[in-house]
T-cell receptor, first 113, second 115 residues
Framework: KQEVTQIPAALSVPEGENLVLNCSFTDSAIYNLQWFRQDPGKGLTSLLLIQSSQREQTSGRLNASLDKSSGRSTLYIAASQPGDSATYLCAVRTSGSARQLTFGSGTQLTVLP | DAGVIQSPRHEVTEMGQEVTLRCKPISGHDYLFWYRQTMMRGLELLIYFNNNVPIDDSGMPEDRFSAKMPNASFSTLKIQPSEPRDSAVYFC?????????????FGPGTRLTVL
């Protein structure tokens, strides 16, 4: 059974810092991996999706990498801003499990002005 | 497109009452998912449908939970009778077979409180 772990559970940084959020998964046979952002009391917003054949994806100040063989992904946020404060969730779609996403528990990020 | 629509956004009910949550997927999407989010267990898949047919309901916690999708534009998740431990945020998501990478799009969620 696929398990997804995110470390750290919470992170607080001053504005302007570059930071890395980590995600690990136990079954490397994945179809793709998706990073989401969740604001308090709100739904999930998809940030980046990496197919299993890809090594990284970039969108603006965000860069997500994938090392499938080691079961790891990182989300890099450059020049963090207070508006980046949110919970970031990693989810994987395991090959053979059709459309199901398995989520990590998230990293709660606070960017201090 | 308006995205995935869920109603109600908030629901407060008393133990033992029936609760019905509603979801309208993105038009043209053929997959629909129901998730539950709690502090203790995070986000869990409850059930998903393909072309209105339930494919996997192994995540449904108990017989008190049931889900239906009578047509391509509407789904319900029903809890009867509700219990305090059912308090959570329930999300609906949809995706398209023809879409890039089968990306799932989430609704804003329904926050359920059972007293």
């Amino acid at each position: 059974k696929q398990e997804v772990t995110q470390i750290p559970a919470a992170l607080s940084v001053p504005e302007g810092e570059n930071l890395v959020l980590n995600c690990s998964f136990t079954d490397s046979a994945i179809y793709n991996l998706q990073w989401f952002r969740q604001d308090p009391g709100k739904g999930l917003t998809s940030l980046l999706l990496i197919q299993s054949s890809q090594r990284e994806q970039t969108s603006g100040r965000l860069n997500a990498s994938l090392d499938k063989s080691s079961g790891r992904s990182t989300l890099y946020i450059a020049a963090s801003q207070p508006g980046d404060s949110a919970t970031y969730l990693c989810a994987v779609r395991t090959s053979g499990s059709a459309r199901q996403l398995t989520f990590g528990s998230g990293t709660q990020l606070t960017v201090l002005p | 497109d308006a995205g995935v629509i869920q109603s109600p956004r908030h629901e407060v009910t008393e133990m033992g009452q029936e609760v019905t949550l509603r979801c309208k997927p993105i038009s043209g999407h053929d997959y629909l998912f129901w998730y539950r989010q709690t502090m203790m267990r995070g986000l869990e898949l409850l059930i998903y449908f393909n072309n209105n047919v339930p494919i996997d309901d192994s995540g449904m916690p108990e017989d008190r939970f049931s889900a239906k999708m009578p047509n391509a534009s509407f789904s319900t998740l029903k809890i009867q009778p509700s219990e305090p431990r059912d308090s959570a945020v329930y999300f609906c998501a949809s995706s398209s077979t023809g879409g890039p990478y089968n990306e799932q799009f989430f609704g804003p969620g329904t926050r359920l409180t059972v007293l």
